[in-house]
């Protein structure tokens, strides 16, 4: 497995937090775009020059709400910042574009976990390029 925290093999690019948990579904478009809203707030300036990319992303999940599968939540995060997504979305928020499409050629690391909390549903994402090698 990946470990994300090395610095010398990974970059953190970027870091925010959902202030809900989407799950891959119904309207899957409308939460992308949400997604892509929150994350460009102190979005990092393109290009990105990376060997791939990997996520973090740990959700907290109120005690005492519906219940949903956890595996659900990376698909619409990944997603978001695909640049093929992005078009096919027609998306407002083009400046989020990390990779070209979200193959493994692309994002090759996803650590997910999960908790619950008394507080409300919220997501929190960290995203990291793996450095070229230097040759």
């Not at 979005?43 to 990319?53: C, V």
């Not at 640049?83 to 650590?111: F, H, L, P």
């Amino acid at each position: 497995m990946s470990n994300l925290d090395d610095a010398e093999r990974f970059t953190l690019i970027h870091h925010f937090r959902i202030p809900a948990i989407y799950t891959w579904g119904d309207r899957d478009i409308d939460k992308r775009e949400e997604i892509r809203r929150i994350a460009l707030k102190n979005f990092p300036a393109r290009p990105f020059d990376y060997e791939y990319y990997g996520f973090r992303i740990k959700v907290k999940k109120k005690k005492f709400g519906r219940d949903f599968d956890l595996e659900n939540v990376p698909k619409l995060i990944i997603d978001a910042f695909s640049g093929w997504q992005i078009d096919r979305d027609r998306s407002a928020y083009r400046q989020v574009e990390i990779y070209k499409d979200d193959t493994m050629r692309w994002v090759r690391a996803v650590q997910i976990e999960g908790g619950f909390t008394n507080d409300k549903d919220n997501t929190e994402v960290w995203i990291f390029g793996k450095n070229k090698k230097n040759i």
